[in-house]
T-cell receptor, first 110, second 114 residues
Framework: TQLLEQSPQFLSIQEGENLTVYCNSS?????LQWYRQEPGEGPVLLVT?????EVKKLKRLTFQFGDARKDSSLHITAAQPGDTGLYLC??????????FGAGTQVVVTP | KAGVTQTPRYLIKTRGQQVTLSCSPI?????VSWYQQTPGQGLQFLFE???????NKGNFPGRFSGRQFSNSRSEMNVSTLELGDSALYLC?????????????FGPGTRLTVL
């Protein structure tokens, strides 16, 4: 069973600060996805990375897939209150089955 | 395109009862997956249906079952409810593309078992 570990579990920062969330596994994934979930809603897909070493930027969010495709990170620059939410990473195998991490709860206060 | 819809949004049942949840995927998506989300266990995969066939299955007891219809709509059934089945049940549809199995989630059904 592929196990995805996310760290930290909880992060509380002030508006304008930077933050990084990590997603690690001992297994290789075909793809790695990041989602954000807000209270009372389902997770929303932010990005998918498939190539080792791939870096994708989405406005103030930067996603990186490790060279060995076992780990990923999400970096948010100048966080805003709207970035508050539960960030989930999910690793996909070659059959399309996804394994989700436990999530990182991010709180950005004004 | 309309998003994934789930009904009902909230449900209260008692132990021993059964429940059926419904999910309508995004038009054109043939894959529907179901997940259980709880504070303690996080997001746990239940099963995936593709073109009316179960393609993947998680580690849940047989009390949890599902099906998919020819229009890709899916239902999930839980029989003999237990207190521990209280959770947010999420449905996700996907279109297998070059970047793999990207999930589009519905808002979920909040099930409370008393």
């Amino acid at each position: 069973t592929q196990l995805l570990e996310q760290s930290p579990q909880f992060l509380s920062i002030q508006e304008g600060e930077n933050l990084t969330v990590y997603c690690n596994s001992s297994s290789v994934f075909s793809s790695l996805q990041w989602y954000r979930q807000e209270p009372g809603e389902g997770p929303v897909l932010l990005v998918t990375v498939v190539t080792g070493g791939e870096v994708k930027k989405l406005k103030r969010l930067t996603f990186q897939f490790g060279d060995a495709r076992k780990d990923s990170s999400l970096h948010i620059t100048a966080a805003q209150p709207g970035d508050t939410g539960l960030y989930l990473c999910a690793g996909g195998d070659s059959w399309g089955k996804l394994q989700f991490g436990a999530g990182t709860q991010v709180v950005v206060t004004p | 395109k309309a998003g994934v819809t789930q009904t009902p949004r909230y449900l209260i049942k008692t132990r021993g009862q059964q429940v059926t949840l419904s999910c309508s995927p995004i038009s054109g998506h043939r894959s529907v997956s179901w997940y259980q989300q709880t504070p303690g266990q996080g997001l746990q995969f239940l099963f995936e249906y593709f073109s009316e066939t179960q393609r993947n299955k998680g580690n849940f007891p047989g009390r949890f079952s599902g099906r998919q219809f020819s229009n890709s709509r899916s239902e999930m059934n839980v029989s003999t409810l237990e207190l521990g089945d209280s959770a947010l049940y999420l449905c996700a549809s996907s279109f297998y593309g070059p970047r793999g199995n990207e999930q589009f989630f519905g808002p979920g059904t909040r099930l409370t078992v008393l």
